[in-house]
């Protein structure tokens, strides 16, 4: 199983950007989906989740300004992002959880927010 994230990069305060992730191999079934996030010499931290009946999760910090979503048919799940600032700049990592609780990983895509 592999997951592709891509959609970061370099955006002013106040801008927006959108994160798609994708997923290919074998897979039966997906539950969770989500993104978490780190900055150097940090942990990753969870940013947003959703369930496989579309029930949604948020850190305090993105709450209102982060909408995440999913797309079974094509095994992706989205992270659009409003409102940037510079504290959201941060490595993003998006993962599944499959239908025996094992987690895979993307390989992460940086999100740059200038002041």
């Known amino acids: 199983v592999q997951l592709q994230a891509y959609g970061g990069g370099l955006v002013q305060a106040g801008g927006s950007l959108r994160l798609s992730c994708e997923a290919s191999g074998r897979i039966l079934r997906i539950y969770d989906m989500g993104w978490y996030r780190q900055i150097p010499g940090k942990e990753r931290v969870l940013v947003a989740t959703i369930t496989s009946d579309r029930r949604t999760n948020y850190a305090d910090s993105v709450k209102g300004r982060f909408t995440i979503s999913r797309d079974n048919a094509n095994r992706a799940v989205y992270l659009q992002m409003n409102s940037l600032k510079p504290e959201d700049t941060a490595v993003y990592y998006c993962?599944?959880?499959?239908?025996?609780?094992?987690?895979?990983w993307g390989q992460g895509t940086q999100v740059t927010v200038s002041s």
């Open positions: 993962f599944i959880k499959d239908h025996r609780s094992r987690d895979y």
